[in-house]
Nanobody, 124 residues
């Protein structure tokens, strides 16, 4: 089992930046690809970004490409999402997810463990 805890969410003005983190504990000696997903009020959860175990391959949703950067520090069992040029439509609960594979995907159903989420609110 792997436990995931997100942190770093908050309120930010449009155009601002925020970095959220996801710390993993438990069976972290196994190799996991990691992903970030988000769910806005009244909408379904959607893919944001993903990174393979080595950090060498990343994927992004078109809506965040060029503004968000996913990274990871395997020594700290932590994955990050740097969010720049934030827009009000980025407002959502952001979830971290782990996949029991070295390869990342964009599919929500491919991920095995989920965090509780962290709220990101972007004011206009």
């Amino acid at each position: 089992q792997v436990q995931l805890v997100e942190s770093g969410g908050g309120l930010v003005q449009a155009g601002g930046s925020l970095r959220i983190s996801c710390a993993a504990s438990g069976r972290t000696r196994s190799m996991y690809a990691m992903g970030w997903f988000r769910q806005a009020p009244g909408k379904e959860r959607e893919f944001v970004a993903a990174i393979n175990w080595s950090g060498g391959t990343t994927y992004y949703a078109d809506s965040v490409k060029g503004r968000f950067t996913i990274s990871r520090d395997n020594a700290k069992n932590t994955v990050y999402l740097q969010m720049n040029s934030l827009k009000p439509e980025d407002t959502a609960v952001y979830y971290c997810a782990a996949r029991r594979s070295v390869l990342a995907t964009t599919g929500e159903d491919d991920y095995d463990y989920w965090g509780q989420g962290t709220q990101v609110t972007v004011s206009s």
